[in-house]
């Protein structure tokens, strides 16, 4: 059981940065296994609220991150929805691993804004690097997120 939450939170991390596999239910699962392991009633109800607001978060960040850096430098909804595409697509279609997904959300970016009429250049490059900048953004943040409820869990083993 503990290499079950070892690998779901392997897992979980690895959806920080690759969009296809969702990290936020790869982490809730490893924490249901933790407390099937440890029993439910030996984490309190302060970890397990923490935990849901950690989770929370996680969403919500994911969703701002990349909604903010496109939209704070003018780009529209079909920008920020080519964006998730181009994150999405990247990882299948361009053989670069890790720079796949920076090249997928820029690429998609500027797509969905010129799908809704954008024909500027300019405008479209500094439309792409606001999506690169969310992306970034929402992998730092689940990151530490993460971490925080790593830090949780010693905690709550601990004490």
């Known amino acids: 059981m503990d290499c079950t939450f070892n690998c779901l939170l392997?897992?979980?991390m690895i959806g920080v940065v690759y969009p296809i596999i969702p990290s936020a239910p790869a982490y809730i699962l490893s924490l249901v296994f933790l407390a099937l392991y440890t029993g439910f009633d030996y984490f309190g109800?302060?970890?397990?609220?923490?935990?849901?607001?950690?989770?929370?978060?996680?969403?919500?960040?994911?969703?701002?991150?990349?909604?903010?850096?496109i939209t704070k430098i003018g780009g529209s909804k079909a920008a920020v929805?080519?964006?998730?595409?181009?994150?999405?697509?990247?990882?299948?279609?361009?053989?670069?691993p890790l720079f796949n997904l920076l090249i997928g959300a820029f690429i998609g970016a500027i797509v969905g804004e010129l799908i809704a009429g954008g024909r500027n250049l300019k405008k479209l490059s500094q439309?792409?690097?606001?999506?690169?900048?969310?992306?970034?953004?929402?992998?730092?943040?689940?990151?530490?997120l993460i971490f925080v409820g790593m830090i949780l869990v010693a905690a709550a083993l601990i004490w």
Request: aromatic content about 16%; proline content about 3%; charged content about 5%.
């Open 45 to 69: 109800w302060f970890f397990y609220t923490a935990q849901g607001i950690l989770v929370v978060l996680m969403l919500v960040i994911d969703f701002l991150t990349s909604y903010y850096g």
């Open 81 to 96: 929805w080519g964006s998730v595409v181009g994150l999405l697509l990247g990882p299948l279609l361009i053989p670069l």
């Open 10 to 12: 392997c897992v979980s």
């Open 127 to 144: 439309i792409g690097l606001g999506s690169l900048l969310g992306f970034i953004g929402g992998v730092i943040g689940k990151f530490v």
